[in-house]
């Protein structure tokens, strides 16, 4: 399930403004192209439909989590090249 709340549309030709609430109940804001919006909700991959938003946002959408979120939760990605053996 996603955590888009609610889509307005723009000035701009074919892009919604999408409203995403995060699983603190903050709004947070990004335009899309309508017909993406319309190929993801018909199931497609996220990274497939929405290829211009950030890993960060499509997380958003997805989980309702920040990027600060995610890093106070799992903390940063781990460098595996240096990690000692």
């Known amino acids: 399930m ?5 889509v307005t549309t723009t000035p701009m030709n074919g892009w919604v403004t999408l409203t995403v609430t995060d699983v ?13 919006l319309d190929v993801y909700e018909d199931g497609a991959l996220i990274q497939d439909a929405f290829p211009y938003l950030t890993l960060e946002q499509r997380e958003l959408i997805i989980t309702g989590l920040t990027e600060d979120m995610w890093n106070d ?5 781990p460098d595996w090249d ?4």
């Open 24 to 36: 603190v109940g903050d709004n947070h804001y990004m335009d899309v192209k309508q017909i993406d």
């Open 2 to 6: 996603n955590k888009i709340t609610g």
């Open 73 to 77: 939760m799992f903390g940063d990605e």
């Open 82 to 85: 240096n990690e000692e053996e």
